[in-house]
């Protein structure tokens, strides 16, 4: 899986800010040590399905529909350069070895030192069952492809090698940001809009919803970008007192913001999105708060709120979104 470009970065930065260089010293960058072990599965009911670990402790299943559904399920395991072993409880379970043969890793850009890259292909056998709620995607597989990567502490003088270009920090956002937290689920809609008029693809939507579900963490996702719906802001500058969504699909129905005079804020109408093995749900109604905004890019984050806090689950959906899951 490789990232869309700037679409994937907006769709990250709208789901989280995840974190960086922490502690580098200026005109450094480190990047930590990392592990993953990543295997595509069979195909079930049109999802593209991956196995991964990007860690020791938690392994991970992957759904993804090319018509913007996505789902994560997200479970303590036990994963190395041996192989995966979880049990994702109603969802099923994976004990399988890896095996596999050592690929040639490419070389580091100027400025930059490392041990190198450990990066190996095969595959994983033994047993991989995984069943979604209602069955809407079905796997029961002996042995899938697979790739394990090892990468080591990596440390960048940009002084002396080609220095990243800068983010843009001149582009203007407008931001609608809603979310519902109740009996252990949480809801939320982000939606992204470029001012710019020449940009190919300035609407940027997307729904998600994450509980946990016995031992598994399940996370789904919606998503819309690119023409078409609707994304009327008022006034045209300054703090947004109105704004009307009217979506493409998969979304259904629209969705109203008001700000009030006394600084709270309204959030009705009839949005709702299905998500896999779920169906319909609502994304207005009673629970839901709402904010909107015009902003620029703020330490890589594209928010409402200055500091955005990054959680496991919104960097798992970043990640998800930015590396082209859903299109």
Request: glycine share 12%; net charge positive.
């Amino acid at each position: 899986m490789r990232a869309r470009g700037f679409l994937g970065v907006l769709l990250c930065a709208a789901a989280a800010a995840l974190p960086g260089s922490a502690g580098a010293k200026p005109g450094y960058s480190v990047s930590p040590e990392s592990f993953s072990l990543e295997a595509s599965l069979p195909k079930s009911n049109g999802y593209r399905i991956s196995l991964a670990s990007f860690g020791h402790r938690w392994v991970e299943v992957s759904l993804s529909r090319p018509n913007g559904e996505a789902a994560l399920y997200l479970a303590r395991g036990r994963a190395n350069r041996h192989g995966i072993d979880v049990d994702l409880g109603r969802f099923g379970s994976v004990h399988a070895r890896f095996t596999g043969h050592r690929l040639k890793v490419d070389p580091l850009f100027p400025g930059c030192h490392a041990r190198p890259a450990i990066n190996e292909r095969g595959r994983l056998e033994g047993s991989i069952r995984f069943r979604g709620e209602g069955g809407y995607a079905e796997v029961t597989t002996r042995r899938a492809r697979a790739e394990y990567v090892h990468s080591f502490r990596e440390v960048c003088n940009f002084a002396r090698g080609a220095r990243p270009a800068p983010a843009d920090r001149s582009e203007l956002f407008e931001v609608l940001e809603v979310e519902k937290k109740e009996e252990g689920r949480t809801v939320r809609l982000n939606v992204l809009n470029m001012t710019d008029p020449d940009t190919l693809a300035p609407l940027s939507i997307w729904a998600g919803l994450q509980e946990w579900i016995g031992r598994v963490l399940a996370i789904k996702i919606a998503s819309a970008t690119g023409e078409g719906g609707s994304f009327e802001v008022s006034p045209p500058r300054g703090q947004p007192q109105t704004v009307s969504l009217d979506p493409t699909p998969p979304f259904r129905g629209s969705g109203s913001y008001a700000l009030q005079p006394d600084g709270t804020s309204t959030w009705s109408g009839d949005l709702r999105v299905p998500f896999p093995g779920l169906g319909q749900i609502p994304l207005t109604g009673p629970g839901f708060s709402a904010r909107a905004c015009r902003t620029h890019i703020v330490e890589h984050t594209i928010s409402c709120k200055r500091h955005s806090q990054s959680s496991r689950a919104s960097a798992l959906i970043a990640r998800l979104l930015g590396e082209g899951a859903l299109r």
